[in-house]
């Protein structure tokens, strides 16, 4: 089994930055694919970010692109996503997802470990 447990979420103004962060305990999950997704009150749940397992492939969603980072550590199995210039619009609770074998890193559908989530705020 594969626990998940996401930090760095807060309260921040429109224009600061935050690092998530998402640590994987019960077994190695350092060779599994991992992204995070976010929902907005009101909104679906939608892919931000996602990384191979290798760390060679990115995918960013286009509101996020050359704003957010994500990156992984498969020493420490944690994953994070650096996030600058924060909009209100990126408001939402942050999920982040690991799976290990994966047709396509953007779809939720897609991943069989998830994390409860943390609360980002971006106030304007």
């Known amino acids: 089994q594969v626990q998940l447990v996401e930090s760095g979420g807060g309260l921040v103004q429109a224009g600061g930055s935050l690092r998530l962060s998402c640590a994987a305990s019960?077994?190695?999950?350092?060779?599994?694919?991992k992204a995070w997704f976010r929902r907005a009150p009101e909104k679906e749940r939608e892919v931000v970010a996602a990384?191979?397992?290798?760390?060679?492939?990115?995918y960013y969603t286009d509101s996020v692109k050359g704003r957010f980072t994500i990156s992984r550590d498969n020493a420490r199995n944690t994953v994070y996503l650096q996030m600058n210039s924060l909009k209100p619009g990126d408001t939402a609770v942050y999920y982040c997802?690991?799976?290990?074998?994966?047709?396509?890193?953007?779809?939720?559908?897609?991943?069989?470990?998830w994390g409860q989530g943390t609360q980002v705020t971006v106030s304007s």
């Open positions: 997802a690991a799976v290990g074998v994966v047709t396509n890193l953007r779809v939720a559908g897609e991943y069989n470990y």
């Open positions: 019960g077994r190695t999950v350092s060779n599994y694919n």
């Open positions: 990384i191979s397992w290798s760390g060679r492939n990115t």
